[in-house]
């Protein structure tokens, strides 16, 4: 259980909202419908989404809080998510190897000496022919938190995801979409303004 985010959550409204992630959203509606992995979903916006769509839905978070939550709206949404309170210390023996479809990591943010560590540890639970989604901040995005301080973001540069680091990352995918683009955000509270983010597709061959 992680106190930080139990905190966060800790408040009556969604603070990244009810409503998935547009291009979390956008890519799985085009992906056929199986088995997908949620790493620190938070609330479960994007879990209770991929819920209704027809997914089978494993998620996992440090916050209890969040797993509450996330519950609540799978309730809301007459949808059964399975919800698990750990870290991505604990993957490997809550999962299990070659039975996801899709892992979907939206804005989560590591510390840099445990980024590669914790992503990589999530690819022996893909299928062959199997996605991972990412959307996160650029590590641009500074200039944006420095200018506007609800555009959301970790509080340093070094958790924020660089194409570099992705290629470097995921070397055993192919790669089929990687962009670092500008967009609008609003998520909730905790997520408004102008943003930096990379976007990536990767698939297991």
């Known amino acids: 259980m992680n106190s930080k985010w139990d905190e966060s959550y800790n408040i009556e409204e969604y603070r990244y909202g009810e409503t998935p992630n547009l291009f979390f959203k956008e890519t799985i509606d085009t992906l056929p419908i199986g088995r997908i992995l949620l790493p620190a979903d938070g609330e479960g916006r994007n879990s209770v989404y991929a819920a209704v769509r027809g997914w089978t839905v494993d998620a996992f978070d440090q916050s209890l ?3 509450e939550k ?51 540890s999530l690819l022996p639970l893909l299928k062959t022919g ?27 540069v070094d958790m924020m995801y660089s194409k570099q680091e992705i290629l470097l990352i995921f070397d055993s995918l192919a790669i089929n979409l990687l962009e670092e683009r500008e967009i609008e955000l609003a998520e909730g509270i905790g997520h408004n303004g102008k943003a930096s983010v990379i976007r990536f597709i990767g698939q297991k061959i």
């Open 65 to 67: 809080q969040g797993r």
């Open 70 to 120: 996330a519950l609540r709206l799978a309730q809301k949404n007459n949808v059964d998510i399975s919800f698990k309170v750990i870290d991505f210390e604990n993957v490997s023996e809550n999962y299990i190897r070659d039975s996801y479809d899709a892992i979907a990591l939206t804005y989560v943010h590591l510390p840099e000496q445990l980024k590669a560590k914790y992503h990589q």
């Open 130 to 156: 199997g996605h991972i989604l990412i959307e996160g901040f650029s590590k641009e995005h500074v200039k944006h938190q420095q200018q506007n301080p609800s555009a959301g973001g970790p509080p340093h």
